[in-house]
Nanobody, 124 residues
Framework: QLQLVESGGGLVQPGGSLRLSCAVS????????IGWFRQAPGKEREGVSC????????RYADYVKGRFTITRDNAKNTVYLQMNSQKTGDTAVYYC?????????????????WGQGTQVTVSS
């Protein structure tokens, strides 16, 4: 059973930065595309970013493009989401998810395995 554990969430002021981590328990981590999603109170879960299994392809939602960067370290079985220039609208629980495929598709249905989430609050 694949397990994903998010960390790095917290409280940050508008304009600040946070880096989220997603640690994945798998001997075949480099077979999995990884995505980040978020869910704000009262809203549906939405895609943020994803990265292919090789790391060669990434995608970003328009509302984070230019501010967030996704990377992966296959030697550490970890994917990172660097979040800069944060806005109050970024406040949400952030989830990472895994799909056993190379392709990066920013869709909930594409991903089978999910972490428990980490809270990110952007507030002054």
């Amino acid at each position: 059973q694949l397990q994903l554990v998010e960390s790095g969430g917290g409280l940050v002021q508008p304009g600040g930065s946070l880096r989220l981590s997603c640690a994945v328990s798998s001997f075949t981590f480099d077979y999995y595309a990884i995505g980040w999603f978020r869910q704000a109170p009262g809203k549906e879960r939405e895609g943020v970013s994803c990265i292919s299994s090789s790391g060669g392809s990434t995608r970003y939602a328009d509302y984070v493009k230019g501010r967030f960067t996704i990377t992966r370290d296959n030697a550490k079985n970890t994917v990172y989401l660097q979040m800069n220039s944060q806005k109050t609208g970024d406040t949400a629980v952030y989830y990472c998810a895994a799909a056993q495929t190379n392709s990066c598709v920013l869709s909930l249905a594409h991903f089978r395995y999910w972490g428990q989430g980490t809270q990110v609050t952007v507030s002054s």
